[in-house]
């Protein structure tokens, strides 16, 4: 196990020396506020990083055809736990977080990361990251039983490293409700963390009646300018989440869903408060990192 601090570079400390040696004796005045103002900097910039570098494994190599139906039922069995008409986020908000998680290519071997951010000023305070061996396999719906155990883990660190830091909205890469089930890895993960999260997913997740062309038609109908966007629901009734067009392109829609303990509307606004390009900046760093890592490992 390997853990980092990254913050300043030393020779913070060394240019303050350097600039009281030639200061002290004609200006101390501007000597307190270069001194005073390399303070706030320090403050403003450091950030911790907590890397794992033994691997951990995840799940069994084992017939998943026979998991299915067991899966299915739990997804079923969590949808009245899963909490989207009231938002019950710590308020003020002071920290939120990305999760994302990047393979090496044709292995089982993975890194997920977490990036924290403070939410007034979007800088960094926490990044951390593990190295994992992941057998379960990939299978469209069921996204939570293969990555929410390494999430999990993540949020065990972070409170283990730097309780402090707890964040009080996760954002992720999947759906959330936006799922068959309504059940996507957003909700499950929310369920078993009990922290307030939501999905911001850059594919449409057929379901209910809704498919990629019919988002893209409604798109064009709805939200064909950039910063539009509108409320999708199924046929069934039921919301699934928002189409939002960030860049002007219908094609590059992404697709916001409720995790748990959050409003549609409150998840909504913290991505427009978060969104420099088309993807959201927690989940974006978070994915930066992790493809950084597994770029050394491969």
């Not at 007034?120 to 951390?128: D, M, S, Y």
Request: include cysteine; charged fraction near 25%.
């Amino acid at each position: 196990m390997l853990t980092r601090f990254g913050g300043l570079k030393e020779q913070t400390g060394l240019l303050c020396e350097c600039y009281a040696k030639l200061y002290f004796t004609k200006h101390i005045g501007e000597l307190c506020m270069a001194s005073k103002k390399a303070s706030n900097n320090k403050k403003k910039e450091t950030c911790l990083n907590v890397e794992i570098k033994d691997f951990i494994e995840f799940g069994n190599q084992i017939d998943t055809n026979d998991l299915l139906p067991k899966w299915a039922q739990e997804q079923e069995n969590m949808v009245p736990s899963i909490i989207t008409d009231i938002d019950q986020i710590e308020q003020p908000i002071k920290y939120i977080a990305g999760l994302d998680i990047s393979f090496v290519k044709e292995s089982n071997k993975a890194v997920a990361s977490m990036i924290i951010f403070d939410y007034e000023t979007l800088n960094i305070v926490a990044k951390i990251s593990i190295y994992c061996i992941i057998h379960t396999p990939y299978i469209s719906g069921y996204l939570a039983f293969r990555e929410a155990p390494v999430f999990m883990k993540i949020i065990d660190i972070q409170k283990e490293h730097c309780p402090h830091l707890g964040p009080q909205v996760i954002l992720m890469d999947g759906n959330g409700v936006w799922h068959p089930r309504r059940a996507g890895i957003a909700s499950h993960f929310g369920v078993l963390s009990g922290i307030p999260c939501f999905g911001v997913s850059k594919k449409v997740l057929n379901t209910d009646g809704i498919t990629r062309e019919k988002i893209e038609e409604l798109l064009a109908e709805k939200a064909p300018e950039k910063d539009q966007y509108f409320e999708v629901n199924g046929d069934s009734g039921n919301i699934l989440g928002i189409a939002y067009n960030v860049t002007g392109s219908v094609k590059s829609a992404v697709y916001i869903s409720v995790g748990h303990k959050i409003t549609l509307k409150t998840a909504c606004d913290i991505f427009k408060s978060v969104t420099k390009y088309r993807n959201c900046e927690p989940i974006r760093q978070a994915d930066l990192l992790s493809r950084e890592i597994v770029a050394q490992l491969s």
